[in-house]
């Protein structure tokens, strides 16, 4: 859920990026759930653009420019993630997950992100098909928005689960095989209104037969 709403995150300064060495690892998550760009300055951009691979999404800032970098490549084009995922084919959560460096590009979306977002250079899209480091800080949940999703699905989880499990039987939804999105619809009164679906497939819980049990030392 705090992906699903990670797009509609934070504001920070636009004064440029903190240096890799000061930049502490634990505020990364944080600060790029921003959801404008900080504008790079000239030297990371020409970084990010000539050299043969981009910084390492683990290494300290390297993160933080990549992800701005890819926000402003995104603001450049003057479409919202929602457009984009209309162009592309994906859910437009999945599509800001690219943005945040939280899902991988697949091969076959390529061509058609760079169509959406020409300003997107071959050293972001090689970044963004590597298998990404997903995470976030807790601290992003002193963001309203953020702790106000979260405190709701805490407040309707007992019921949620109780309806599952009639439902469903004993068992999780996955946040893997996982379709997100993220919707604006009218009330009755006119008023703006929210909708974040979570569509996840349902995992049962097994039963563990000891048989069935392949990681069991053998006997000789």
Partial sequence: MLKAAASLGLRHARTGFPSASTLQARVLPFQVACSRPVKATAVQISAMSTQPSSPAPTEAGGKLILVN???AAKEA???TFTQISKEIGLTNAFTAQLFYNQAQLKKGTVDKLR???PDLND???EVMQRCPMRGYDPAIA???HIYRTTEAVLHYAEAIKAIMNEELGDGIMS???MFA???KIKGKTGEDRLVITLNGKF???IEQVADNNTATPQTH
């Fill in 69 to 71: 970098s890819l926000l």
């Fill in 77 to 79: 084009s003057g479409k």
């Fill in 115 to 117: 169509k959406a977002v």
């Fill in 123 to 125: 050293a972001q899209i």
């Fill in 142 to 144: 002193r963001e309203p």
């Fill in 175 to 177: 946040a893997i095989d």
């Fill in 181 to 183: 999105t993220v919707d």
């Fill in 203 to 205: 995992l049962p819980h």
